[in-house]
């Protein structure tokens, strides 16, 4: 295998296993947020989050790294690219107050897809 494709199917490991924890964190907070409004707004959110996780491992699975199930759920922590940040627990607070749903994180992804896209 070439370095551009280790390279690439490395970054889609980063970027599948940071969607995939983002979206159980975000789940967390589920039902939690002072409003309906914001709390159906964050469901959304979080499902979308999975939405790119899933296409993240099938692009995987195409380039003949295994099947999507296997790489989401059965592989080990020793082969998991995500980043340590997220492994970071969520917190006992208030959900307006100390809202650790990675905010930051899902910033940079839009940053970092639109610079891919260029």
Request: proline share 3%.
């Amino acid at each position: 295998m070439d370095k551009r494709n280790e390279a690439l199917i490395d970054l889609l490991y980063q970027c599948a296993d940071d969607d995939l924890l983002v979206s159980f964190r975000g789940s967390e907070w589920l039902g939690l947020a002072p409003h309906i409004e914001a709390d159906v707004a964050f469901s959304s959110i979080t499902q979308n989050t999975m939405g790119h996780a899933v296409y993240f491992y099938h692009l995987l699975q195409d380039l003949g790294e295994g099947d999507v199930d296997v790489l989401a759920h059965e592989r080990p922590s020793v082969k998991r690219r995500n980043a340590v940040y997220l492994e970071k627990r969520n917190g006992d607070g208030q959900y307006d107050e100390d809202p650790y749903f990675d905010w930051a994180l899902a910033s940079y992804a839009v940053i970092f897809m639109r610079r891919i896209n260029e």
